[in-house]
């Protein structure tokens, strides 16, 4: 690979990220709003260097669903290019990925979890281009997820740098042998919106069935087990109890396979009429609109793209205090903090949120007012390119 014509302050960075992703996750929110950006100038810091970005992803031979990530990606303007793959670690996948990666002659290369790394790393395209590792945690549901984390562990041996998202993943990665010094932290980022038109608001509470007087308590987020919503259940029904006067309703934006669970756990409580399960959508700020707080009650986060999303809107938070939920929200400040596995905390912070409309109003302005000053793609962008020159130097 040739670097030696770069121009350190003029030529753009070609940057090749590889994610594995069907629909628009959070990572892939991220990744996509920062290859917008970082493809434009910056008129605030003009010694900044631009990105060439492609952005590489996987393909299952026989899946016929659209893949909303390569729409999102094709919508931002941006270039692409799929790995066909017969199954999830087609050996197949390494020639397309060399192959690939040699075409576009990166200075730097950026995979996401654990499929990314490992293919990057069996394809021994570690040893020819500087590569940047993104780390979002790990969850261990069952023997195959325990087994691929362990894999992730070796993969991980081999980038110049790992960005994470929090201060305990940093921590965790030390413990599994990778030094600090190898280590960034870079939060999620999120752009402040617009508020939602209060006809889009009122579509969303008249498709839900929801009366007119119903105070929405919502959560977002995929139905797995460490999102813990049968626990927000459990808070839901205490919060009736220590707040009958008020009418509320319980709505969940998501799916996924703690499904069922949740169903079950809402008619044990006899909650069924009031739990409303809104499926996956693709625009959630009618719902932000929509509700007097959000809830997280999650066992394990890194960077929740939620919260930060919540923040944005103005909508108060109550949230568990796990992974780097207390670096984005502090307790009493721009939001609620409780115990992770603790209806009954749980349903005090919202309760309070509820009830409390001062203190909601508060919470809620101090939280979009941090977002305002921390948390926006640009920071973001600039944070990013600052951790390509690392991982790049002597080059920019």
Not at 15 to 44: H, Q
Not at 110 to 127: E, P
Not at 326 to 335: A, D, I, K, W, Y
Request: some cysteine.
């Amino acid at each position: 690979m040739d670097l030696t014509t770069t121009n350190n302050s003029l030529s753009p960075i070609r940057m090749v990220a590889i994610m594995e992703a069907s629909t628009v996750t959070g990572p892939a929110k991220n990744l996509i709003e920062f290859c917008r950006r970082a493809s434009r100038s910056d008129p605030d810091r003009p010694d900044l260097p631009l990105v060439d970005p492609l952005i590489v992803t996987y393909v299952r031979e026989g899946v016929t669903a659209s893949n909303q990530f390569l729409g999102a990606v094709t919508a931002a303007g941006l270039s692409s290019q799929v790995i066909h793959e017969r199954s999830r670690f087609d050996r197949h996948a390494l020639r397309q990925l060399r192959e690939c990666i040699a075409a576009h002659q990166p200075h730097v290369v950026q995979t996401h979890s654990v499929k990314s790394h490992f293919l990057f790393r069996a394809a021994g395209l570690h040893k020819l281009y500087p590569w940047l590792a993104f780390h979002h945690g790990y969850t261990a549901t069952d023997l195959k997820m325990k087994a691929y984390n362990q894999l992730d562990r070796w993969s991980l041996q081999a980038p110049r740098l790992i960005v994470t998202v929090c201060g305990p993943f940093a921590t965790e990665l030390v413990r599994s042998g990778v030094q600090r010094d190898r280590i960034r932290i870079l939060h999620n980022s999120v752009r402040l919106p617009q508020p939602p038109p209060p006809e889009a608001v009122h579509a969303v509470r008249c498709k839900l069935g929801l009366a007119s007087d119903q105070a929405v308590i919502l959560a977002v987020g995929r139905f797995s087990y460490e999102k813990a919503h049968t626990d927000l259940i459990a808070a839901f029904a205490e919060l009736k109890r220590i707040a009958p006067q008020r009418s509320i309703a319980l709505v969940l934006v998501g799916d996924g396979p703690e499904r069922r669970n949740i169903e079950s756990a809402a008619a044990s409580a006899d909650l069924t009429s009031q739990v409303f399960f809104a499926g996956q959508v693709s625009d959630v700020q009618p719902f932000y609109g929509l509700a007097v707080a959000l809830a997280l009650p999650s066992h394990s986060e890194g960077s929740p793209n939620v919260v930060l999303e919540a923040m944005a809107a103005g909508l108060p938070v109550a949230a568990t205090a796990v992974g780097g939920v207390p670096e984005l929200l502090t307790h009493e400040s721009t939001g609620l903090l409780v115990e992770p596995r603790a209806p009954a905390q749980m349903a005090a912070a919202l309760a309070r949120l509820l009830c409390d409309e001062p203190l909601a109003r508060r919470l809620a302005e101090r939280a979009r007012d941090r977002i305002a000053a921390e948390f926006q793609p640009e920071n973001y962008r600039r944070s990013l390119v600052e951790i390509y020159r690392q991982t790049i130097r002597p080059l920019y």
